[in-house]
């Protein structure tokens, strides 16, 4: 997510108002300390434009 997120220079901010995950939430998720809901990855993916299994198969 972090390469996806800076490669578009996205700040976190930018991506909770994108996905509608909370920005603490995203940290978390990019930083590891949480796996995420399932449900937050995808809304991460479609914010991002990409397909839910391209997505995944970069991370």
Known sequence: MARVRNERGW???K???ESGVHRR???AMEHGTTNGRLD???RVAE?????AGEFFSVL
């Open 11 to 13: 700040t976190f901010d």
């Open 15 to 17: 991506l909770e108002a």
């Open 25 to 27: 939430t995203l940290i």
């Open 40 to 42: 937050s990855w995808f």
């Open 47 to 51: 914010s991002f434009g990409i397909p």
